[in-house]
């Protein structure tokens, strides 16, 4: 099991380029999330998936969009990067309601220029 | 929304003593209380977590404490070791109706384990 994956490791962007954070798991979980994690502020819920063929607004969803392409998969799409967009980017995912606990992928540090 | 307040945001102790960290929350629908523990270029894993029915959870060197009347849950880490120093998060969860849950973070609390 190679649990959460995230692609790419690093990146870096100039001022209004856009790309797409990829993540999949092979757990069976239902649902799966974003976030960013900067200096100071834990981590923000960017959106969230809580199963198949549904997204929600977490608390910081400006500039970003989502797509959870089948039951493994959940992007983050960046249309137009700002140098506000530079983070730590998480991708997780968990069971449904009978079990809380979220397994974390290892992260996309991203820096815009 | 939630809103979780951490403290302290950093904390040195000297190897072998206890550790506490505390947390408060703001919303009384809240029902699950993860800490997370996040080494350095990790990703966050995490150590232990309670539900709002019971009090108090213990796993080895940590325990969970929670007091749901006064909305604060707080982390104890016993005989502290330099493998404890980390950046430690706690969370609050919400259910959601249509499955899975949301967590809100709290700021984080760096702790340095000093030999």
């Known amino acids: 099991n190679a649990g959460v994956t995230q692609t790419p490791k690093f990146q870096v962007l100039k001022t209004g380029q856009s790309m797409t954070l990829q993540c999949a798991q092979d757990?069976?979980?239902?649902?799966m999330y974003w976030y960013r994690q900067d200096p100071g502020m834990g981590l923000r819920l960017i959106y969230y998936?809580?199963?198949?063929?549904?997204?929600d607004k977490g608390e910081v969803p400006n500039g970003y969009n989502v797509s959870r392409l089948n039951k493994r998969e959940f992007s983050l799409r960046l249309e137009s990067a700002a140098p506000s967009q530079t983070s730590v980017y998480f991708c997780?995912?968990?069971?449904?309601?009978?079990?809380?606990?979220?397994?974390f992928g290892p992260g996309t540090r991203l820096t815009v220029t | 929304g939630e809103n979780v307040e951490q403290h302290p945001s950093t904390l040195s102790v000297q190897e072998g003593d206890s550790a506490v960290i505390k947390c408060t929350y703001s919303?009384?629908?809240?029902?699950?209380f993860p800490w997370y523990k996040q080494e350095l270029g990790k990703r966050p894993q995490l150590i232990i977590d309670?539900?709002?029915?019971?009090g108090e959870k213990k796993d080895q060197r940590i325990a969970v404490t929670l007091n749901k009347t006064a909305k604060h849950f707080s982390l104890h880490i016993t005989e502290t070791q330099p493998e404890d120093s980390a950046v430690y998060f706690c969370?609050?969860?919400?259910?959601?109706?249509?499955?899975?849950?949301?967590?809100?973070f709290g700021t984080g609390t760096q702790l340095k384990v000093e030999l």
């Open positions: 997780a995912s968990a069971w449904g309601m009978a079990d809380y606990e979220q397994y």
């Open positions: 757990m069976n979980h239902n649902s």
């Open positions: 998936s809580a199963s198949e063929g549904t997204t």
């Open positions: 919303d009384s629908a809240s029902n699950y």
């Open positions: 309670i539900r709002s029915n019971v």
């Open positions: 969370a609050a969860s919400i259910g959601l109706t249509g499955g899975g849950n949301k967590l809100t």
